[in-house]
């Protein structure tokens, strides 16, 4: 059974900081991984996608990478603002159509 | 991507009762997700709906307690059948692209009291 964990739970860091979140998974043989965001209350909004055949992904100022014979992913936030305050969540798919497995998330504080 | 929308938004229910999520999605898909979110926990997944068949449910998850609709391919219903309070959570329904991309709608805040 495919687990993914999230460290670290919690990270509260200055404006303009550089930051990094770590994904990990149990079962290496994934179709894909995707970061999304929660803002408190809300829905998921996705951030980046990464196919299994994928090293990285970028968008803006977010940076994912994957490690897939390891099973890791790291979401790297450069100059961090406190506008990127919410939740990060990870997730993997084993297959293609099948549901995703989510980590517990990292909540981040970014500090003005 | 998709955009999906839900309603109710936020739903305050008595023990007992039931409530109707409804999840439209701006385009035609195959499969529609339903998940859970407990207070301070990540999501869970209930069940997959595909349009024309019965949806298949997770372990934990009962059709009597969870029952879906899936009468076309841009809406589903998810019902959450004699309430408690261990039943308060966000529901959301989710969409795959065809890149496995996967969308969420905004959720369905529930509390049961």
């Known amino acids: 059974k495919q687990e993914v964990t999230q460290i670290p739970a919690a990270l509260s860091v200055p404006e303009g900081e550089n930051l990094v979140l770590n994904c990990s998974f149990t079962d290496s043989a994934i179709y894909n991984l995707q970061w999304f965001r929660q803002d408190p209350g809300k829905g998921l909004t996705s951030l980046l996608l990464?196919?299994?055949?994928?090293r990285e992904q970028t968008s803006g100022r977010l940076n994912a990478s994957l490690d897939k014979s390891s099973g890791r992913s790291t979401l790297y936030i450069a100059a961090s603002q406190p506008g990127d305050s919410a939740t990060y969540l990870c997730a993997v798919k084993e297959t293609s159509g099948s549901r995703l497995t989510f980590g517990e998330g990292t909540q981040l504080t970014v500090n003005p | 991507s998709a955009v999906i929308s839900q309603k109710p938004s936020r739903d305050i229910c008595q023990r007992g009762t039931s409530l109707t999520i409804q999840c439209q999605v701006d385009s035609q898909v195959t499969m529609m997700f339903w998940y859970r979110q407990q207070p301070g926990q990540s999501l869970t997944l209930i069940a997959t709906?595909?349009?024309?068949?019965?949806?298949?449910?997770e372990s934990g998850f009962v059709i009597d307690k969870f029952p879906i609709s899936r009468p076309n391919l841009t809406f589903s219903t998810l019902t959450v059948s004699n309430m408690s309070p261990e039943d308060s959570s966000i529901y959301l329904c989710?969409?795959?692209?065809?890149?496995?991309?996967?969308?969420f709608g905004p959720g369905t805040r529930l509390t049961v009291l």
């Open positions: 989710s969409v795959g692209s065809v890149h496995n991309e996967q969308f």
């Open positions: 709906a595909n349009q024309g068949s019965e949806a298949t449910y």
């Open positions: 990464i196919q299994s055949s994928q």
